[in-house]
């Protein structure tokens, strides 16, 4: 059953919610399922790994979502805004280390409005930079202006397609607000990231299926996934964490429902499972987000406890990605990485 189900997500790129629940929820598949990744991924977007130069400028946050260490509820963590100049000066050390795009990450900080962000992403794309925005919900007039200072991505998570479970975990927020703002930057332009949370607490295998079937729908051109790790900051402190393998799973059933898109090798695989960065681009990933924040910001920007690679300065960051790549037969692309559009029919 699982070796006829895998054969028809390589060649057809197509399963139900029936079977990726079936393939979720089985370890024997996992092997299987990741060789097929593989093939998939080598075969539509090639050996080359995309580096994107993360930048995390802000750890302010409006918002009170239950699993995450930057809500606002919490007064433990030290909160931190970079000043423009800084954010600039992180982007040009970047570009130095041989970085084709930077994403900036952030809590929805009220502070970067349009009008204060816009200058800065300007300056940015001058440089010859790509730039992904990770800034959480805004109006789509927002968005636009964001994509006319210069910005030509945007990754914005569901965490989960599950109406009621997201409601619960993130209160005052609208799951619809969220599908709404993802519509919003699909008709601006937008390449157009978001992904799911593996391990949530009241998470089913259904619900992950589920998530796999919507990101295929909205045609999403980058899918992060990444396991629930507790923040014992958060109110979800004391609960499992996310399963590695399970994880795992669902990034190579991504890359065969999804063959063309980008699919990154995320630090919260790696800080719950030493290795997990190879194993998942051994298993459908394509894209790495090294940190190229620096100093003890990378420390304060805590979303989960024990953050992997936090210590590392940029440049042993690249040392040793680049290093890790030639011993698995990859290496680093030299392309912006936008995605390959058309080459399921090539």
């Known amino acids: 059953m699982h070796e006829r189900l895998i054969e028809k997500a390589e060649n057809e790129h197509r399963l139900d919610e029936v079977e990726l629940a079936l393939l979720l929820s089985s370890s024997a598949a996992e092997e299987p399922l990741a060789a097929a990744a593989d093939r998939v991924r080598k075969k539509h977007v090639g050996d080359g790994v ?39 000066r992180l982007a040009r050390n970047a570009k130095g280390h041989g970085y084709r795009t930077v994403v900036l990450q952030g809590g929805e900080d009220g502070f970067w409005s349009a009008a204060a962000l816009a200058p800065v992403l300007r300056e940015i794309r001058a440089m010859g930079l790509v730039i992904t925005l990770s800034i959480g919900e805004r109006s789509e007039e927002e968005y636009r202006a964001f994509k006319e200072a210069g910005a030509s991505r945007f990754l914005l998570r569901i965490e989960t397609t599950d109406r009621a479970l997201y409601e619960r975990l993130d209160p005052h927020m609208s799951w619809e607000a969220r599908r709404m703002c993802l519509a919003s930057l699909r008709r601006l ?82 800080t719950l499972a030493s290795g997990a ?70």
């Not at 239950?66 to 809500?71: E, K, P, S, V, W």
């Not at 402190?237 to 699919?263: F, Q, W, Y």
């Not at 979303?303 to 040793?320: F, I, M, S």
Request: glycine share 10%.
């Open 189 to 270: 332009g937008y390449e157009v990231g978001t992904g799911s949370l593996v391990g949530l607490p009241g998470q089913s295998v259904e619900s992950l299926a589920r998530d796999i079937l919507f990101f295929q729908e909205i045609d999403a051109d980058m899918v992060g996934i990444g396991p629930f790790i507790p923040n014992g900051d958060t109110p979800l402190g004391e609960e499992a964490a996310g399963d590695i393998h399970l994880t795992r799973r669902m990034v190579s059933l991504l890359r065969l429902l999804l063959p063309e898109a980008n699919i990154p090798a995320t630090t919260a695989m790696e």
């Open 50 to 88: 995309h580096l994107r130069g993360l930048i995390e400028f802000s750890n302010i946050c409006r918002r009170s979502c239950l699993y995450c260490g930057l809500r606002r509820e919490n007064e433990k963590i030290e909160r931190f805004r970079l000043p423009p100049g800084e954010i600039v």
């Open 277 to 346: 960065r190879v194993l998942a681009l051994r298993s459908g990933a394509n894209v790495v987000m090294p940190n190229v924040t620096e100093g003890d910001f990378r420390r304060r920007y805590a979303l989960y406890p024990g953050k992997a690679h936090v210590r590392d300065t940029p440049e042993q960051c690249r040392a040793d990605l680049t290093a890790q790549l030639s011993q698995i037969g990859r290496f680093v692309a030299e392309d912006a990485g936008f995605r390959r559009q058309g080459s399921m029919n090539t």
